[in-house]
């Protein structure tokens, strides 16, 4: 059976100012798969289903890009998550946009007030194993409508659990605003953990970085069941919706001026 995932080809200037005109008057989710995440997408028809819904899927890796690549013959873009969330805190937001957190630490949203100059970031961060908890679900979910309409909404809970949310937010028809799944983004900009150098994510390399850094936490994930991205990929059909080519310093909807805002990426 061949499975089929759906990319919009956006680099991270492009998507920027998709993100930048979305507004707070509709409603839409955003993925960005990586290989841990692909892997899942063809193993678990639930999964496919959360992709399946969400408005914009956003290739996190360019390590699976250039697999996709050499596969294919063309390389789709890529739009790294952690890249997108520190350049839409940093260069997209005003700040008294308001904006809504799921995940991390009380200690990490403050910092990202302060780093951001965010006045209106309101954090909620839901009890371990909360998503097998139907009334901590509840209360994650009426806590985002209850700041809505955001103008974004990161949900930082880790993969299956923020599609999860996404949807059923998407479901309800109540928040208004871009939310967007991040995993542990978060963890980067407050420096929780450590971002590979740049040099190793353009070569598709952050994946040995994270590995080298935590083998303990890592090697299952990378060396164990990551590798099952090779068999998989012949079985999947990558069908590409065309997104502007767009080359710009930054959107013109960004209250912050920067010599560079790729500067201010970690």
């Not at 409508?145 to 937010?169: K, M, N, T, W």
């Amino acid at each position: 059976m061949t499975i089929v995932l759906r990319l919009d080809d956006y680099d991270l200037a492009g998507f920027m100012s998709v993100a930048a005109e979305f507004g707070r008057d509709r409603a839409g989710y955003v993925v960005t798969p990586n290989v841990d995440h692909l892997i899942r997408y063809c193993d678990e028809q639930m999964f496919r289903d959360l992709y399946h819904e969400a408005a914009f899927t956003l290739l996190d890796s360019r390590f699976l890009s250039h697999l996709i690549g050499l596969r294919s013959g063309r390389r789709p873009r890529v739009c790294p998550g952690s890249d997108l969330t520190a350049a839409l805190l940093a260069v997209v937001t005003e700040p008294d946009d308001p904006l809504v957190l799921i995940g991390g630490s009380s200690t990490q949203a403050r910092q990202l007030r302060v780093q951001f100059g965010l006045r209106s970031l309101h954090h909620y961060s839901p009890i371990m194993g909360f998503i097998s908890d139907p009334a901590a679900v509840e209360q994650c979910l009426t806590y985002v409508e209850s700041h809505s309409p955001f103008r974004f909404c990161f949900l930082a809970v880790g993969s299956p659990q923020q599609e999860i949310l996404a949807q059923r937010l998407k479901d309800r028809g109540i928040a208004r605003g871009l939310t967007l799944c991040i995993g542990g983004s978060i963890n980067f900009l407050t420096g929780l953990e450590r971002r590979a150098p740049r040099w190793m994510r353009r070569l598709g390399f952050e994946w040995l970085f994270r590995l080298l850094q935590n083998p303990g936490r890592m090697a299952r994930r990378y060396l164990i069941r990551g590798p099952r991205i090779f068999a998989l990929l012949p079985r999947m059909q990558f069908q590409l919706r065309e997104a502007p080519v767009v080359t710009v310093d930054a959107p013109s909807a960004a209250p912050r001026a920067a010599e560079s805002w790729r500067d201010l990426l970690p």
